[in-house]
């Protein structure tokens, strides 16, 4: 069983940032990739963003491209995401997910081609 465990989340001002990390234990597997999505109350799950386990070409949503940036340490299996210049639309809870698989064929923004998930941290932004 693999475990992806969130932290980072917290309330903040509009225009601060956090940085939310998403650490992997358990059974290992061969080169996840890794996604970010959210989920507002009484909304669907949004994607936020995606890496591959080499970390090149990072796929972010339009909403959050330019404020958002995910990255890996492969080596403490460990994803972050770090977000600048929060807005109160930012506020949701915030999931990881894996791919341990590596589903090319589905669109990263798909929750379907994800394996595990987190339980999530919650994310606040006041106006």
């Known amino acids: 069983q693999v475990q992806l465990v969130e932290s980072g989340g917290g309330l903040v001002q509009a225009g601060d940032s956090l940085r939310l990390s998403c650490a992997a234990s358990?059974?290992?597997?061969?080169?996840?990739?890794m996604a970010w999505f959210r989920q507002a109350p009484g909304k669907e799950r949004e994607f936020v963003a995606f890496?591959?386990?080499?970390?090149?070409?990072?796929y972010y949503a339009d909403t959050v491209k330019g404020r958002f940036t995910i990255s890996r340490d492969n080596a403490k299996n460990t994803v972050y995401l770090q977000m600048n210049s929060l807005k109160p639309e930012d506020t949701a809870v915030y999931h990881c997910?894996?791919?341990?698989?590596?589903?090319?064929?589905?669109?990263?923004?798909?929750?379907?081609?994800?394996?595990?998930w987190g339980q999530g941290t919650q994310v606040t932004v006041s106006s």
């Open positions: 997910a894996a791919d341990a698989h590596v589903r090319d064929s589905i669109t990263p923004s798909r929750a379907s081609r994800y394996d595990y």
């Open positions: 890496i591959r386990w080499g970390g090149g070409d990072p």
């Open positions: 358990g059974r290992t597997f061969s080169r996840p990739a």
